[in-house]
Structures are given as C-alpha cells and as structure tokens.
C-alpha cells in the first residue's frame, strides 16, 4: 500500500470516525430533547385518562354502582363476552372511540387503561383518536406495570411485531381499590423525526466523506509531487547523472528541508567520486609517467650490458665507459626510486619528526649550498634573525633545496634568487622568487602534479623527472600547511608554502619555552654578536 493511499485512508477513517460520533451524539441529544417534550404530555394526559377509565368503568361516586370500600372491581378475564359489574354488558378488549372525562389536547392514540396490584388490567380500555383506523395497542406486560408503579416514563412496542413505539407511565392513584392508571402516548411523530435526521445524517456523512476523500486525494497528490519528483530525479542520478539536484530546497518547509539535505548529500556523493576519478587518473598517469621514467635509465643499463657482451670487456676504454654510464643510470634510478618512496610516504601521512625548529637557520643551510652548487645565480636570502616554527627541520630543508634548484634550473645563467621569510597571523610564509620564463596560466594548475613539467621540449635526459614541487606539495600537505605559485606576465615566477605556526608555541604568550633546533650558522651569528638565540613573535 503507497504512502498516498495509507494517508488518505487515515484520514477519511478519522473524518469518519468524528461523523458517527457527531451524528450519534446529534441523534441521541434529539431524542431526549423529543421525549423530553412528550414526557409532560404523558403526565398531564395522565389525570384525563384517570377521569376518563374512571367514567368508562363506573367508579366514580356519580355513578350507579359504587364498590364496596377496600375492595377491587372485579371483571371477567379471559372470555370474548361478559357482563361487566359497572352494569351494561361490553365485549372484552373492546375500546371505545372516545370516553367521557378527556380534555381533547391528549395526542391522537392515547392508550390508557387502569391495572390492580398484581398489574393485570381492570376494566375497559380507553383510546383517543380523532378519526382514521386505531393504531394497534401496546404490548403491556403485567410484571413490567407491576414494576413502573414509581411514575418514570419508559418504551415499548405495540402489539403487531412493535410496528409502533409507545411511551408509558404507570400512575398510582389514591383510591380505596389500590388502582394504577396506565396511559400510553404512541411516539409515531417522534420516530418519524429521528428516522428523518438518521437519513440526513447518513447522506450528508455520506457527502462529506465522498467530497473529503476527493480533496484529500487531491491534497496529498499535490503534496507528495515533489517527492515523487525526488524520486524520479533520484533514479536519474542512479543512472549515472551526478549533476542533477532534487527541488524544491528551501528551508520554508519539511520537503524543501529534505531537498536542502538531499543536495547536500548528492553534492559530497559527486565531489567523492570526482576525487575517486581524479585520483584513479593521476594513479593512472603516475604509473604510466613512473614506468616511463623507470624505463629509460633501465634501457640505457641494458643497452651498455650488450656494449660490454659486444667485445667491452677486452676493450679497457669501451668498458669503462660502459661501467661509468651504468652507474650514473642506477643512480638516476635510485634518485627516482626515493622519491618514489618519499611520495608514497607522505601521501600515506606517515609520521613527520615534528620538532620546534629555528626556520631560518635552516634557510640559512640551503641557501649557503646552493651558493656552493651554482655560483653562476646569486641566491639571496630576507628573514628575521630567528623564526621557531613546529616542523620537520629535515623535510623543510628537502622542500627548500628543491624549490631552490627548481628557479635555479629555470632561471638564465646570472639570474638572481631570491628567498624570504615573512611571518603572518598564525603562520609563516617562505617564498622563492625567480626571474625565468615563469608559468603559464594554463599550467599553473598541474605544476605541482607528479612527473608534470611545464617545458614538455626538453628531453627526458636534461634536469630532473618532474617529481621536485611534487614533493614540495606533498610535505607542504603533511605539515599541514599550503603551497602555490604567482608568475608575473613578463616572466619570473615566486612559488610559496606556509606552514601553520600557532602563537601558543611562541614563549612571549606565556606558555613554556619550546626546545629549539638551530642550525651551526644562527648558532655562530648569535654567538658573534654575543647574544643568545630565542624565538621571535
């Protein structure tokens, strides 16, 4: 059963359920109201129909035969004809038109009838009618008369299958016989009534439900649109469409708030597999790029083995050259291979030796080597005296010696270098500047992907494999912290990194003063000029 249908159910049951209940509460409420009205009739039709079986039957003191006191009238029971003690004979359960003694406001088929002490009728009984046939008498049952002598009006049926509803009180009177008056007023207009408003009550319950479930059924198609929507806009995402988003999304209501989380959702279900994409591709591309580079010094050692299996070895010249070129290639391949490793490493967030480290100290090293390495690019260095910062004091240097040969190598013969430390809210930043080609714009965004160099004109043999800013990202990644690269329209380009140096390590905040790892040349500057070294803020 669909959601649709259980909530239209639900609903017309409840509509239902408060239907019946109104229109029994309405019915029931009629009905006294009705016999609260008729209850008064009965009494009063009481005290006439008293006179009026008085007369009939002969007991009233104007009459010719008066019973003895303390004694009860006695009449034939039982027999089709007799002769009444009153005087004038008068076939039993025969019932006059009308008696004498009635006020002629009773309703028409008033019953009435006077009953002795054991509740067994005592005389004629009378009816008034006003015209037309007599409705049948009503089925009154000696014990039950016996028992409603007390005078609270109740129901019962008339003779013929209760075809009428008859309400009854049973009166004591005051007399020397001990006799009880039994009126009974017919509830035909009574039962017409109710029967009406049953019917009315029926139809219109009957309406409102029909009319309920119609506009229900309408209502909660319309409501429940946007989750079918949902639903077909889900299955379209299941077929492989990860850009598509459920509406409505807003937050006004309970379905719009479902398509808020919904999109939220499917958004991080679309950037999760765009990353799985973009990862399997660069895995891709770093295997292919790997084996590439793998494959060239491998070539190479492979090629000088044949050289030496050619006749090399009885040539002294040939074979040491062969040798010499085998082991620059199982170099370069062990280069390669390391940082093959050291990829996968920090790419796996192993375990950095994170120690408090005088960051300038460590500058100082890696530019005071490169000076060594390529006296032809004067390398130039902007820092404080000492800047502590958490990190690898080992990877930092790695970091900067390959950020350092990379302007090297892309910087003209003399071109300078430059370096600087400048201390930000919570960080620091380190930049190196040179003044080469710089970087295209549409290759800024891969210059720091595995294996990628920007000049694809060079040969494979000429400067490294294109894993430097790799590494430069990846440790940059592991300490936390950022890299990236601005490269001005006229050529040079600065690549930078920050790494995270919260002021809660810094000792003038208050906290303990951290141990600190300076390099042999801050050590020798400060000793110079007689100071002692100390984290700046």
Request: with cysteine; glycine share 12%; charged share 20%.
């Amino acid at each position: 059963m669909t959601l649709r249908v259980r909530l239209i159910l639900v609903l017309v049951g409840v509509v239902a359920a408060g239907l019946v209940i109104t229109d029994v509460v309405t019915y029931t409420q009629l009905r006294s109201f009705l016999l609260a009205r008729v209850d008064p009739q009965l009494k009063v039709a009481s005290f006439s129909m008293t006179r009026a079986l008085y007369s009939a039957n002969g007991l009233g003191p104007h009459l010719e035969f008066v019973p003895p006191s303390g004694s009860v009238p006695r009449l034939p029971s039982g027999t089709t004809t007799g002769q009444a003690p009153f005087g004038g004979p008068f076939p039993t359960g025969s019932v006059p038109a009308g008696a004498r003694g009635g006020s002629g406001l009773e309703p028409a088929g008033t019953y009435g009838e006077l009953i002795g002490p054991n509740g067994v009728r005592v005389g004629k009984p009378i009816l008034f009618i006003y015209g037309g046939t007599p409705p049948p008498s009503p089925a009154l049952v000696a014990a039950t008369l016996r028992s409603a002598r007390g005078g609270q009006p109740f129901d019962v049926p008339s003779e013929h299958h209760g075809s009428i509803t008859y309400r009854v009180i049973v009166r004591t009177l005051n007399d020397q016989h001990h006799l009880a008056v039994v009126v009974a007023i017919p509830l035909s207009d009574v039962t017409d009534t109710l029967g009406r408003l049953l019917w009315v009550e029926v139809l219109v319950s009957l309406a409102v439900l029909t009319g309920l479930g119609a506009l229900a059924w309408w209502i909660v198609r319309r409501g429940l649109r946007p989750l079918e929507d949902m639903a077909a806009t889900a299955g379209e995402i299941a077929g492989g469409e990860l850009g598509r988003r459920v509406t409505p999304a807003e937050e006004r209501t309970e379905v719009g708030r479902l398509g808020l989380a919904l999109n939220a959702m499917l958004g991080e279900i679309e950037a999760a597999f765009a990353d799985r994409a973009a990862s399997e591709d660069r895995l891709r591309r770093f295997l292919a790029d790997a084996s590439h580079e793998l494959r060239t010094p491998l070539t190479s050692i492979r090629g000088y083995a044949e050289i030496f299996d050619l006749g090399a070895s009885e040539r002294p010249a040939d074979l040491a050259t062969s040798m010499r070129h085998i082991r620059e290639e199982a170099k370069r391949m062990n280069v390669l291979v390391d940082d093959l490793l050291l990829l996968a490493r920090l790419d796996h967030e192993r375990p950095l030796d994170v120690r408090q480290t005088d960051v300038v100290g460590v500058l100082d090293t890696a530019v005071s080597a490169m000076r060594l390495v390529a006296p032809g690019h004067p390398v130039t260095l902007s820092s404080p005296d000492v800047l502590v910062v958490p990190c690898d004091p080992g990877r930092l240097r790695q970091l900067v010696d390959n950020l350092v040969a990379n302007a090297i190598s892309h910087s003209p013969e003399g071109a300078p270098v430059e370096v600087r430390v400048v201390r930000g809210a919570g960080s620091v930043r380190i930049e190196v500047t040179d003044h080469g080609p710089g970087v295209p714009a549409e290759e800024q965004g891969r210059i720091f992907e595995p294996f990628y160099r920007a000049d694809f004109a060079r040969a494979r043999t000429e400067g490294g494999a294109g894993l430097g800013l790799a590494i430069v990202a990846a440790i940059a990644r592991a300490h936390g912290g950022r890299v990236g690269l601005q490269s001005a329209p006229g050529g040079g380009a600065t690549f930078w990194f920050e790494l995270p140096a919260p002021r809660a390590l810094d000792p003038d905040s208050g906290g303990p003063a951290p141990s600190v790892v300076l390099s042999p040349q801050t050590t020798n500057r400060f000793a110079k000029a007689g100071e002692q070294p100390g984290p700046v803020d």
